[in-house]
């Protein structure tokens, strides 16, 4: 196509103000736009994403409590030195009063080492256990936000779709609007067909609204994950609607019992919990330490000295009595440790029946699928055969009217099963707790390579 420029020479100052203009606006014209897929979202929201982060951080806490946990078992190694002034008088001897003033001096090395302490070796369990669990949160955030990203991207294609529908339905009915003020102007027509349809045009104006605030909202949603404006999407435009696979719901439920990190990160804290019932019980245990001091002292008032010692020492402490606390810590462990294996098979029973829900509605999801497709070629089909039969006098406004809503909502319901079906493969493969950025990919390889329009 030709574009022809015609620029008036009345202000010559202008003229470059102009070109600049003219070569901007063709730039714009020529130069693509980029469009983002649904992996590049999903990348952008796992290196942006706080839930990933703080999962991350904890984890590395929990792995700084393994060498702490096991420093308790290890030597300790103390120096000391102390040095100062000090002033003296003594009395008693006969009639002489001895005032003076001495320096002191104070070096001393010592060292503990644990060799029986069963409370600090179960420490040392207990933190393994707490880096398994966050191991299993860090898993679960990156699904989270793999299944979050993928509805909230297929969201803001199924908003625009629906504003697309809301568009067409306006130009439809704005055509229908046209044609019956035309008949009525020339004395075919009548007025309740014109008030009719000026109905059916309000009300396609408040969906368009609805449509257009629903798109806002939809970029919102992928903006809070993504964390940078939502620009131009990656569209699908045909789809072979695929089932789940393998197609029977028990391998599902059992790879969602051994993989789902929700269930995972559970059982962690319940081992946890039962090893902290441990530790209260051995609370009454014994300890055994080996001590060994190495000092040097100098400056005393009477004579002026220095002694240096070299000593060891075995220490067996024995806990009696600690006023009832030790009894009470294992109530209160027991307790929570009961608590801890209630929530693990509560999280077992959900995940079951969300991986039940997630199979069944992925199996839906194509017949769904393959019903609309029908529905809107038949709707189409429908929708041209009546406006002919208007045009002709066979058919009423009203069938016209009915038919053309019958085909907008026909599209709308596509859009939904078509975004839907790929929605819900990630979703069963996140309650099984198998979804993995491969996954991602995968979905992201049936994305047009240009956007839809």
């Known amino acids: 196509m030709k574009t022809k420029f015609t620029i008036a020479r009345k202000h010559p100052s202008l003229e470059p103000f102009i070109y600049l203009l003219i070569l901007g606006c063709l730039t714009l014209y020529v130069t693509p736009s980029m469009a983002d897929d649904l992996q590049i979202a999903y990348q952008q929201a796992a290196s942006t994403s706080p839930l990933i ?120 009915l704005q055509s229908i609007d046209k044609q019956t003020r035309a008949s009525l102007h020339i004395g075919t027509g009548d007025i309740i067909s014109v008030q009719e ?83 209260a019980k051995r609370a009454r ?20 000295v220095a002694i240096d010692q070299i000593g060891g020492s075995l220490n067996l402490s024995i806990p009696v009595y600690e006023g009832g606390g030790t009894r009470a810590e294992i109530h209160q462990a027991e307790a929570l440790s009961k608590a801890s294996r209630d929530n693990v098979a509560n999280i077992q029973d959900k995940i079951k029946l969300d991986t039940q829900t997630a199979f069944h509605d992925l199996q ?27 045009e002709i006098g066979s058919r009423s406004i009203i069938d016209l009217l009915t038919a053309t809503t019958s085909y907008a909502a026909a599209q709308r319901n596509y859009y939904l099963a078509l975004y839907t079906q790929l929605v819900a493969r990630t979703q069963l493969k996140a309650a099984a707790g198998v979804l993995t950025p491969l996954d991602i990919e995968a979905i992201n390889t049936l994305l047009e390579s240009s956007p839809s329009k």
């Not at 300890?287 to 001091?293: A, D, E, H, P, R």
């Open 364 to 390: 839906d999801s194509v017949a769904q699928f393959q019903a609309t497709q029908q529905s809107v070629a038949s709707a189409k089909v429908s929708m041209d055969g009546t406006r002919k039969g208007y």
């Open 285 to 304: 245990w014994p300890t055994l330490t080996l001590s060994g001091i190495g000092q040097h002292a100098a400056g005393t008032l009477i004579p002026p």
């Open 197 to 279: 349809v000026q109905a059916q045009l309000d009300a396609a104006k408040a969906d368009l609204i609805a449509a257009n605030n629903a798109v806002t909202v939809a970029k919102n949603q992928l903006e809070r994950l993504t964390h940078r404006p939502v620009g131009t999407l990656v569209d699908i435009i045909t789809l072979q609607p695929t089932g789940p696979q393998p197609d029977t719901i028990g391998p599902w439920l059992a790879a969602a019992l051994k993989n789902q990190p929700l269930l995972q990160q559970a059982q962690a804290t319940l081992k946890v919990s039962e090893q902290q019932v441990q530790y």
């Open 53 to 172: 982060a703080q999962a991350r951080a904890q984890l590395d806490a929990d792995l700084a409590g393994r060498p702490l946990a096991r420093s308790a078992l290890l030597p300790h190694i103390n120096a000391f030195a102390g040095g100062g002034m000090n002033t003296g008088r003594v009395t008693g001897f006969g009639s002489q009063t001895i005032s003076t003033g001495y320096h002191s001096d104070v070096f001393s090395a010592s060292l503990t080492e644990s060799i029986f302490n069963g409370q600090a070796f179960m420490k040392t369990k207990q933190s393994d256990s707490r880096i398994r669990a966050s191991e299993a949160v860090l898993a679960y955030a990156q699904q989270l936000v793999a299944l979050q990203v993928t509805q909230a991207y297929f969201g803001v294609l199924q908003a625009q779709a629906n504003q697309r529908v809301a568009l067409q339905q306006m130009d439809l």
